[in-house]
């Protein structure tokens, strides 16, 4: 029969133990694409409004769903370089763990409860992290990226190109998908730009173009590794 104190455990490790899951995986991300040379990098955690931005965390009203990490400048094509960001995360949730259960026999921790849930959700985050699948919100698993590099296969984390450009013979906003494909278009700019944003975003990694007569503004949507 479940108590009380059963469901106050619970809890504890929905609202802290998982959190603290997640910013040790995504700090592996990080790591190894510091590592790298990366730039540009950020962790995000949880999802929702935002309650708490710097230039390198953000944390969201719902800090204990989800989390992931922007960066830019690794190159799409680079395997290796890649595969190590990518497994980064998985990487440090195992490390962890096998330093606790260290620590554990050694008799340097003591068992109990937090111990038990915190070996428990690393090796359940670990787990869906290495699966080879795709989340609902377009996102992939670490795995599902791993996979395709190793199968020599960039498609999943290949940078989109768009442009955004105003074409004088139809008097309309033009946008289009590496310079040749026509995606949509509009007669205002200020419509052109928000809706190019918008998709530029829902494709990352992705590079938006905008050519306004001489000059060519550029918004760029890094990779995520969840």
Not at 185 to 195: Q, T
Request: glycine share 4%.
């Amino acid at each position: 029969m479940i108590e009380f104190l059963d469901l106050l455990k619970l809890c504890l490790a929905f609202f802290v133990i998982m959190p603290a899951i997640s910013v040790f995986h995504e700090f592996g991300h990080v790591i190894a694409a510091k590592i790298l040379g990366a730039k540009n990098i950020k962790i995000i955690i949880g999802s929702g409004n935002i309650i708490f931005n710097s230039k390198y965390i953000e944390f969201r009203k719902y800090y204990f769903y989800y989390g992931y990490c922007y960066f830019e400048n690794i190159d799409d094509k680079s395997k290796w370089r890649n595969l190590f960001i990518y497994s980064g995360g998985a990487i440090c949730n195992i490390m962890i763990a096998l330093l606790l259960m260290y620590a554990i026999k050694n008799e340097m921790l003591t068992s109990s409860i937090f111990t038990y849930q915190f070996l428990y959700f690393s090796l359940y985050y670990i787990f869906f992290a290495l699966f080879p699948m795709s989340y609902p919100d377009g996102n992939y698993s670490d795995g599902k990226i791993i996979y395709h590099l190793i199968k020599d296969r960039d498609k999943l984390i290949r940078q989109h190109l768009f442009q955004l450009q105003y074409n004088e013979k139809q008097k309309k906003w033009v946008l289009s998908s590496e310079g040749e494909k026509q995606l949509e278009e509009w007669k205002e700019y200020d419509s052109a730009y928000k809706n190019s944003l918008a998709m530029a975003r829902s494709k990352r990694p992705s590079r938006l173009e905008i050519l306004k007569e001489e000059n060519t503004q550029v918004e760029i949507f890094p990779r995520n590794p969840i």
